[in-house]
């Protein structure tokens, strides 16, 4: 197995697809941190108060982003400083985590394509080693890329004294160094799945397509779910625990503490319609941080599990 990380490596590093998507992601990295940096500075000329303004660090676990719709509504609906509508933008419409992913697909796509995978058979390497070698090269390339956005990031705002973390938030140091180790197992989630599809579909673009279409499904499905529990005041947040986007969403924002106990019905007294009126309560980091950590590990496991037996049942004739 040694032998082929080394191959993988080797390839990789001469991919141009690999190192293209490195430059464009890095490139965004450091001019959104640019941007978020010269906000800052005329906020701070406009005479706005440091605690107004949003720290780095506040700012840094979108880089993770992968889900297709569900952050937009979190960032909008509960921030309205002009830094966090372009961290939006980029959150939901250029998704850098997504990206990170994407070249994965068309790397492992090009093994397909050149038959490598069969050779490396015929001279005697084992399936299992094969998967796995792609599969750690993969998480590799995916947690560079997202050094690269996340570094530059930093240093294009902190080029104009945005701090890491306000004054006003010594007490989220904590919070925020435990969402972004969690950020980083959901990012490790969607690289193995990004593995598994692209061995499933021996097609660089039939599996990207799947990869997104199956992200954006699972998107969709937790803005459903949580459209229903709000309208029909049901309590469900036990169960979107269980859902990446909305992990992500509670992640990034530092919420992951607090959750819907229950609503309280408020009848129109004049249309008659009721509506519901969540009720907040803390205490669930324990229960949320642990749901987090075990479905993830179980969709990595069952990601790899399935990724793998179709690789080991394929005819490479």
């Known amino acids: 197995m040694k032998r082929l990380l080394k191959l993988y490596y080797y390839r990789s590093i001469h991919e141009k697809s690999v190192l293209i998507f490195l430059l464009i992601i890095g490139f965004l990295g450091l001019l959104i941190g640019i941007n978020v940096g010269n906000n800052y500075a005329q906020n701070i000329r406009a005479g706005m108060s440091s605690g107004d303004i949003p720290g780095i660090a506040d700012l840094t676990l979108v880089g993770f982003s992968t889900g297709l719709s569900f952050n ?42 050149e038959r490598t995978f069969r050779n490396q058979i015929l001279a005697g390497e ?71 599809f692209s061995y499933l579909i021996p097609n660089s673009w039939g599996a990207l397509g799947v ?34 986007p909305y992990q992500y969403s509670r992640l990034s924002t530092l919420t992951y503490d607090s959750a819907i106990s229950s609503y309280t019905p408020i009848v129109n007294q004049y249309s008659g319609n009721t509506t519901y009126h969540p009720v907040i309560s803390a205490g669930h980091s324990t229960s949320f941080i642990l749901t987090t950590v075990f479905s993830n590990l179980f969709y990595m496991a069952a990601a790899t599990f399935f990724g793998a037996l179709s690789f080991v049942k394929r005819d490479l004739k």
């Not at 850098?96 to 394509?113: D, H, K, N, P």
């Not at 690269?148 to 160094?177: K, T, Y």
């Not at 972004?180 to 990004?194: D, H, P, R, S, W």
């Open 72 to 113: 937009l509504s979190v960032f909008s609906g509960n921030y309205l400083s002009s830094n966090f509508y372009v961290v939006a933008a980029v959150s939901n419409y250029l998704q850098i985590g997504l990206w990170s992913l994407i070249v994965i697909t068309l790397f492992i796509g090009r093994e397909w394509r």
């Open 126 to 196: 084992s399936r299992i080693a094969i998967y796995l070698s792609s599969l750690v090269v993969s998480a590799t390339i995916g947690l560079i890329n997202l050094i690269a956005f996340i570094g530059l990031f930093m240093i294009g705002a902190s080029l104009f004294g945005v701090p890491f973390f306000l004054p006003s938030e010594s007490s989220l140091v904590g919070a925020w160094w435990v969402a972004f180790f969690l950020c980083l197992l959901i990012f490790l989630t969607f690289i193995t799945g990004a593995v598994c």
């Open 211 to 244: 990869f997104v279409g199956g992200s954006a499904f699972i998107s969709l499905f937790t803005l459903a779910i949580d459209a229903a529990c709000f309208n029909t005041g049901t309590v469900c947040y036990l169960f979107e625990n269980f859902l990446t």
